[in-house]
């Protein structure tokens, strides 16, 4: 059981629009900043959204991350095939002290 | 560029313990904290800990705590993970990930290292 709740999968056709949602509290996402990462299979994770909306070099800016309150969403416009993977939220957890993951989301580009 | 180097493949009895390393290259290596990550197959992403290079100053994941260790060497920019008293469920893909500005997690990551934990 995760302390983030992301939907265990979503999906969209090439060009669509597809929002993931990662749902957590006032010890976490209410109070510190959200990061995102992509997974290929067989891969190490990737960074893909920081500090809530902020892209490191080389995202493209079809990616786009928000925040409000508790929870954050990832949004991803101009679905592409290499699209397809799994995405992670996580932030720090001060009652836990330590860094939380979502469980996952699978985006399947149909 | 910077990298994150990890070691090999490793199988294990029960009760025994693991050690994985992790080089970095490309920046200073004790300015930035290392974390640890694993991944059991199929299943989502665990943080472990963290370390400060600099200092050796670390913290757990309370599942983690009296389990884990990491420590680092410093003049061979290598952060190194060590969890005792291994058990079937341990078995997972280890990964390192660098911390960077403001503690924001994982802008680069190791490529992992596969611990079996099997009799």
């Known amino acids: 059981q995760s302390v983030l709740t992301q939907p265990p999968s979503a999906s969209g056709t090439p060009g669509q629009r597809v929002t993931i949602s990662c749902s957590g509290s006032s010890s976490n996402i209410g109070t510190n900043t959200v990061t995102w990462y992509q997974q290929l299979p067989g891969t190490a994770p990737k960074l893909l959204i920081y500090?809530?909306?902020q892209w490191p070099s080389g995202v493209p800016d079809r990616f786009s991350g928000s925040k409000s309150g508790a929870s954050a969403s990832l949004a991803i416009s101009g679905l592409q095939s290499e699209d397809e993977a799994t995405y992670y939220c996580a932030t720090w957890d001060g009652s836990l002290n330590g860094w939380v993951f979502g469980g996952g989301t699978k985006l399947t580009v149909l | 560029q910077v990298q994150l180097v990890q070691s090999g493949a490793e199988v294990k009895k029960p009760g025994a313990s693991v050690r994985v390393s992790c080089k970095a290259s490309g920046y200073t290596f004790t300015s930035y904290d290392i974390n640890w990550v694993r991944q059991a197959t199929g299943q989502g992403l665990e943080w472990m800990g963290w370390?400060?290079?600099?200092?050796?100053?670390?913290g757990f994941a309370q599942k983690f705590q009296g389990r884990v260790t990491m420590t680092r060497n410093t003049s061979m920019n290598t952060a190194y993970m060590e969890l005792s008293s291994l058990r079937s469920e341990d078995t997972a893909v280890y990964y390192c990930?660098?911390?960077?500005?403001?503690?924001?997690?994982?802008?680069?990551w190791g490529q992992g290292a596969l611990v079996t934990v099997s009799s």
């Open positions: 370390m400060n290079p600099y200092s050796g100053t670390s």
């Open positions: 500090f809530d909306n």
């Open positions: 990930a660098r911390s960077f500005r403001g503690g924001s997690m994982g802008d680069y």
